[in-house]
């Protein structure tokens, strides 16, 4: 149990563009879903809890018009990377936590390396 | 703002050794979970440990919470190349309905065959 996915797993693309990265909970529901941004061999830094239903709150630094995020359900949320320029380039990854489980314990997707050239 | 400082940053060694990986802050956590991640993947749990003085262990890992749940470590015993990869703790507020994780710096472990 506790299964999340992501995707894409990479994606590359030119600067200006946006990309859109999901997130899913495949076997249980989300109310809250995070988002990190990771620079090798470093830890993971948070950018934003996703709440469903409500508006994403931002850790500070992190430019929400820059960095959309929607949680339009229980089992989804996006993160869209607009005009994305080459300093955006990292490994994103999503966690979602499960309310059935009593501890606060994060469930990891498996990333999405984004290039921008 | 809770930090979790984590030692050593970086760690190799020869297999079949052991190594020990401390995760310490100065704040009270109400749980702590160790994570281990290999490149290109997102960290996969390992442990929770929510009570002060608490020992798990999974296989030869061996999982420790302080008695004031301010710290936590992780021993490996004999150490084996499939042990490689970025270890993770993260500490839980005790409050705040986010109930964000706060991570360590991670420590890189390689374990040479």
């Known amino acids: 149990g506790a299964v999340v996915s992501q995707h894409p797993s990479r994606v590359i693309c030119k600067s200006g563009t946006s990309v859109k990265i999901e997130c899913r909970s495949l076997?249980?529901?989300?109310?809250?879903m995070f988002w990190y941004r990771q620079f090798p061999k470093q830890s993971l830094m948070l950018m934003a809890t996703?709440?469903?239903?409500?508006?994403?709150?931002?850790e500070q630094g992190v430019e929400k018009d820059k960095f959309l995020i929607n949680h339009a359900s229980l089992t989804l949320s996006t993160l869209t990377v607009t005009s994305a320029h080459p300093e955006d380039s990292s490994f994103y990854i999503c966690?979602?936590?499960?309310?059935?489980?009593?501890?606060?314990?994060?469930?990891f997707g498996p990333g999405t390396r984004l290039t921008v050239l | 703002t809770q930090l979790l400082e984590q030692s050593p940053q970086f760690l190799s060694i020869q297999e079949g050794e052991n190594l020990t990986v401390y995760c310490n802050s100065s704040?009270?956590?109400?749980?702590l979970q160790w994570y281990r991640q290999e490149p290109g993947e997102g960290p996969v749990l390992l442990v929770t440990?929510?009570?002060?003085?608490e020992v798990k262990k999974l296989k030869r890992l061996t999982f420790q919470f302080g008695d004031a749940r301010k710290d936590s470590s992780l021993h490996i015993t004999a150490a084996q190349p499939g042990d490689t990869g970025l270890y993770l703790c993260?500490?839980?507020?005790?409050?705040?309905?986010?109930?964000?994780?706060?991570f360590g710096s991670g420590t890189q472990l390689t374990v040479l065959p």
């Open positions: 966690s979602a936590r499960d309310p059935g489980r009593g501890v606060n314990e994060q469930f």
């Open positions: 076997d249980f529901q989300a109310t809250t």
């Open positions: 440990v929510v009570t002060g003085g």
């Open positions: 993260a500490g839980a507020e005790s409050s705040g309905s986010a109930r964000q994780l706060t």
């Open positions: 704040s009270v956590f109400s749980s």
């Open positions: 996703s709440n469903e239903g409500s508006k994403a709150t931002y």
